[in-house]
């Protein structure tokens, strides 16, 4: 058995991290790129989600390199996330390939059977070893969420442009050689250092927070670099959900500082209820940065995905309500860079411009440009 998994974020650390503890056999998928993307496009439909497109893509190239059994987490509520794993699975097959399909559910009705499917997984070794790899690996990638928050607020005050980008592919090489937890607490120290010790200059800077599907903020090829673009355009960043915070059942994200229960109340003035995905919390996060004095919000979608459509209709009314500038970037296998910098671009002008208005006490109204 060759197990495999499509890239998220820093995911690829929690599920290697694990296999690797537990000594059991595993390919990770080539990283992402452009072939990715038009593997993903040229055999999924035309009509599905983007990020179902691109995992597709990360499978294919997964199977070419070797793994036989692929893993899918399923989502739930009116999102197309949870039929990911069947949708794929069937297209697969039909394209020729050889593979199985490892579908894990976490609802409370579904749990007996991702155990089961967990203990054919993990090929007899006890469950106290599995808990303790997912343990660590779950350290391993709460240290990476907070290095990355670390590098999204410094990243806008580097003296030379890409340094702590380069500072932070050091600490993911770090983290990942790291094999017990004494080890990992030593690289926590260096890495931080590392990071904190990148050469920076005072200039000004804006503060921007970013919302959207949850697979779109964290997997940065897909998203093109949207964290870097903004840092390298004098943008303090923050985003609203990291890995270690989706994974969370508890709803106390501690990486993002928001509690599930904090968002939601914030959203309540113009969205209610839960509507799958990232929605709801597209539009509390929104609020939350207003309050805690954000110049702006870019929020990153899929095309077609059905719970941030929600979000990207009231988000103009939230943006007029209380003021604050949000882009939505809706984003496919269509969506160009050189466009996306753009609109960047102008919506960092526009965040500094305000400010600059604001702190010399002169009120612009927003107008719904955005």
């Not at 967990?118 to 090929?123: H, I, P, R, S």
């Not at 599907?213 to 673009?229: I, R, T």
């Not at 609109?343 to 965040?351: G, N, P, Q, T």
């Amino acid at each position: 058995m060759k197990i495999s998994w499509p890239h998220m974020g820093s995911l690829e650390f929690v599920m290697s991290s694990v296999f690797e503890e537990l000594g059991l056999d595993y390919v990770l998928p080539p990283p992402s790129s452009q072939r990715t993307l038009e593997l993903g496009t040229r055999y999924g439909p035309e009509f599905a989600c983007f990020p179902l497109k691109t995992t597709l893509g990360n499978f294919i190239e997964a199977i070419e390199a070797g793994a036989d059994t692929l893993i899918m987490v399923a989502g739930k509520g009116p999102c197309r996330f949870g039929f990911y794993a069947e949708t794929q699975r069937r297209i697969l097959e039909d394209a020729g390939y050889r593979f199985r399909m490892v579908m894990l559910e976490f609802e409370p009705n579904k749990l007996p059977a991702t155990i089961r499917k967990l203990k054919e997984l993990k090929q007899g070794r006890p469950w106290r070893s599995v808990a303790w790899a997912i343990k660590f690996a779950l350290s391993k990638a709460y240290l990476i969420d907070r290095l990355e928050q670390q590098a999204l607020h410094q990243r806008c005050l580097d003296r030379e442009r890409g340094a702590t980008t380069k500072a932070l592919e050091r600490c993911y090489r770090m983290v990942w050689e790291a094999d017990s937890y004494a080890s990992l607490r030593k690289v926590e120290q260096e890495a931080f250092g590392l990071l904190q010790n990148v050469p920076r200059e005072e200039r000004e800077t804006v503060k921007v927070g970013i919302v959207g599907e949850f697979y779109l903020v964290l997997e940065p090829f897909f998203n093109l670099g949207v964290e870097e673009q903004l840092g390298n355009l004098g943008a303090y960043v923050e985003r609203s959900v990291y890995l270690t915070d989706w994974l969370r059942p508890s709803g106390n994200n501690p990486v993002a500082g928001q509690h599930d229960r904090e968002v939601e109340e914030a959203a309540r003035p113009y969205l209610t209820h839960f509507v799958g995905g990232e929605g709801l919390r597209s539009v509390g996060a929104t609020v939350l940065y207003h309050r805690n004095g954000y110049d702006g919000v870019v929020h990153v979608m899929p095309f077609t995905c059905m719970p941030e459509t929600i979000a990207k209709s009231i988000l103009p009314r939230v943006s007029r309500d209380l003021g604050i500038p949000v882009l939505s970037l809706v984003i496919d296998e269509m969506t160009g860079k050189a466009g996306v910098a753009t609109r960047l671009e102008a919506f960092v002008d526009l965040a500094r411009f305000r400010r600059r208005a604001r702190d010399a006490g002169i009120d612009y109204s927003l107008q719904p440009a955005f």
